[in-house]
DNA sequence: CTGAAAGCGCTTACAG
DNA sequence: CTGAAAGCGCTTACAG
């Protein structure tokens, strides 16, 4: 009764059916070849086993892992939460595990990527982080053979790498340009993290759609975030204090957006009508704020549907070189931008 | 130069070093048992081949996986980020992969676990999900020996599974009473998705709070939520139309708080002079909403850290039976809930 | 302190 | 259609 329970192997199955594991292996992975009364007589000594395959084993014998790892940079951010719903969602009809690991994790970051470079640990990593050491991921750098990568949302400039990610600066510039649609001529930002290719390319996005639209491009009215609601809010402080106040502010994230608005309000500003706000990511409670923040829609469940194929497609050879996608993104005009006080 | 490098396996090593493979893992693993000449050589030529330890080959004799895979119910919502995180950190030091799986994404809830249950994919499961199949849990139903689980969050009313869950009655007593304190007599509850365990203790908390102190517990004033935004939104709506309104409401989640607070105030409502509201979670965006939602917090981090210790401590054999750690929950009072108007 | 050998649980050419 | 055998890349008693 007490008695452990081991584990029951393809040998169990085998000796139950009066087959070699060969034929149990068979029945399992191309039940087409196998003589219709082995078969049965196979299945049944599988169903009285209630024998299961061992993956590590069937992986190492077929020199896979059937596990893609994502390498984000910060597990805690919500904003990878439906990123890796999309990307689950993917894998798991495959037959694939999502391995997940954070780069402020390991040791240090450049210990973790070399890790899950490694191989007999994942079949395709994708990166959600553009950061990491450029040197780890050079084609040919350590010795052994790289497993195929695809860097998501962030890329690595000058390293051809398959790659998925959204128009950022053309999603800055609909912002700025819907701003400066709505009348305002003194346009701010808030800025992402510094160094990071987001925030570059929605810098230019900005500075691009304020010389279009023949507006000044005042580098105070560019406030340095990192993302971050508390960033927003700081940002706000900022801007409280100035004397010549942008009437309008693109901010380069929803959160930051939300702690920018946030702020302003506890100090009596009233969002639309002494500033204008616009957003980016368009995150879900964006549109339950109040007022609803208007914001650069972009799809986060897609991004990670479409980085978890093209792994895959690396993988089965259906993908070679490196393609990049570039998803399109799209301005939500909510009730947090309006024309500015006459 | 366009050949293919083939991996770099221990018998390479060994080659390279004048040793047998035995050494060269003695090294890797066990490196004080071997003499300090022979692990030099052995030690420069795994410098100078780059080997690195192929860890299907490596786990498949050892007999573990190293991973522990987390069942959530579903990826898409931000309220696991944080505990996924703290179930990382604990994780990765210790050497363990973190397998993240959707029950939704699988063929059925159900396989998914199964899936899972099997041998040699995980060495451990953390369940976030309270209505997974119980007779696939049952020790010893299937014929082969379960892998360690426990469950977080949620839990299974009746399964003695080791447990780390937040005391949610205790919140939703702290919440009304704390309305209760600021003079409301009217309190009502938007609730979590029926059948949930947290909702029923949620509500739970709340009628035994109400009784406490002395009030009405009207089930009208009970809304049906699921924790999404949408939910507090339609919540509203109901209580917009309503003849006999609650001045407060304890909502079982910050996004419904979120959602009700945006809808009501579309609608020309002022929180919290109109109604007060109360949520529960503290997520990151309550402090910076207008107002700051009052909010009962549970530490997410903290919840993933000690699943993931509980789990390891199951593998090594540290935790035996079905221990259950309560974590406490605490009140934050901000700005949604003041007293009644008067 | 070190090596030869067995074996973790599978899969897959190779014969037949 | 099926089996005997080799082998995926490691680790670990067992000898010495």
Same mark, same amino acid.
């Given at each position: 009764?007490?008695?452990?329970?081991?584990?029951?192997?393809?040998?169990? &199955?085998? @000796?139950?059916? !009066?087959?070699?594991?060969?034929?149990?292996?068979? %029945?399992?992975?191309?039940?087409?070849?196998?003589?219709?009364?082995? @078969?049965?007589?196979? $299945?049944?000594?599988?169903?009285?086993?209630?024998?299961?395959?061992?993956?590590?084993?069937?992986?190492?014998?077929?020199?896979?892992?059937?596990?893609?790892?994502?390498?984000?940079?910060?597990?805690?951010?919500?904003?990878?939460?439906?990123?890796?719903?999309?990307?689950?969602?993917?894998?798991?009809?495959?037959?694939?595990?999502?391995?997940?690991?954070?780069?402020?994790?390991?040791?240090?970051?450049?210990?973790?990527?070399?890790?899950?470079? !490694?191989?007999? %640990? *994942?079949? !395709?990593?994708?990166?959600?982080?553009?950061?990491? $050491? @450029?040197?780890?991921?050079?084609?040919?750098?350590?010795?052994?053979?790289?497993?195929?990568?695809?860097?998501?949302?962030?890329?690595? +400039?000058?390293?051809?790498?398959?790659?998925?990610?959204?128009?950022?600066?053309?999603?800055?510039?609909?912002?700025?340009?819907?701003?400066?649609?709505?009348? =305002?001529?003194?346009?701010?930002?808030?800025?992402?993290?510094?160094?990071?290719?987001?925030? +570059?390319?929605?810098?230019?996005?900005?500075?691009?759609?304020?010389?279009?639209?023949?507006?000044?491009?005042? +580098?105070?009215?560019?406030?340095?975030?990192?993302?971050?609601?508390?960033?927003?809010?700081?940002?706000?402080? $900022?801007?409280?204090?100035?004397?010549?106040?942008?009437?309008?502010?693109?901010?380069?994230?929803?959160?930051?957006?939300? !702690?920018?608005?946030? *702020?302003?309000?506890?100090? #009596?500003?009233?969002?639309?009508?002494?500033?204008?706000? %616009?957003?980016?990511?368009?995150?879900?409670?964006?549109? =339950?704020?109040?007022?609803?923040?208007?914001?650069?829609?972009?799809?986060?469940?897609?991004? #990670?549907?479409?980085?978890? @194929?093209?792994?895959?497609?690396?993988?089965?050879?259906? &993908?070679?070189?490196?393609?990049?996608?570039?998803?399109?993104?799209?301005?939500?005009?909510?009730?947090?931008?309006? *024309?500015?006080?006459?």
């Amino acid at each position: 009764m007490t008695e452990m329970k081991r584990p029951v192997t393809i040998q169990d &199955v085998a @000796r139950e059916a !009066g087959v070699s594991t060969a034929t149990v292996s068979r %029945v399992m992975s191309n039940p087409g070849i196998v003589a219709a009364t082995t @078969r049965a007589a196979v $299945e049944e000594a599988i169903a009285r086993t209630g024998y299961a395959v061992h993956h590590s084993a069937r992986n190492l014998r077929r020199q896979r892992t059937g596990s893609i790892v994502a390498l984000v940079p910060n597990l805690a951010n919500p904003f990878f939460s439906q990123i890796l719903s999309g990307v689950s969602a993917t894998l798991s009809p495959r037959g694939y595990h999502l391995l997940i690991a954070d780069t402020q994790n390991g040791p240090q970051a450049g210990g973790q990527l070399l890790h899950y470079l !490694g191989h007999g %640990v *994942a079949d !395709g990593l994708i990166l959600f982080d553009g950061t990491v $050491e @450029r040197a780890h991921l050079a084609p040919g750098a350590g010795d052994r053979p790289l497993p195929p990568m695809v860097i998501a949302c962030e890329w690595m +400039e000058g390293l051809a790498l398959p790659n998925v990610r959204v128009d950022n600066a053309a999603g800055a510039r609909l912002a700025v340009a819907h701003l400066a649609g709505l009348g =305002h001529r003194r346009i701010g930002h808030i800025t992402g993290p510094a160094g990071n290719v987001l925030t +570059e390319a929605r810098i230019a996005g900005t500075r691009a759609a304020l010389a279009q639209a023949g507006l000044e491009t005042r +580098e105070a009215w560019f406030f340095a975030g990192d993302f971050s609601l508390d960033s927003g809010a700081f940002a706000a402080r $900022e801007w409280l204090a100035m004397a010549e106040r942008p009437t309008a502010l693109f901010c380069a994230s929803d959160e930051m957006a939300a !702690g920018f608005i946030g *702020a302003v309000q506890a100090a #009596g500003v009233e969002v639309p009508r002494d500033v204008s706000v %616009v957003g980016f990511d368009n995150i879900e409670i964006a549109a =339950h704020l109040t007022p609803p923040l208007s914001t650069v829609r972009q799809q986060r469940t897609t991004i #990670g549907v479409e980085a978890a @194929r093209m792994v895959l497609g690396c993988i089965d050879g259906t &993908v070679t070189g490196a393609p990049e996608l570039v998803l399109p993104v799209e301005l939500i005009a909510r009730r947090s931008s309006a *024309a500015p006080a006459a």
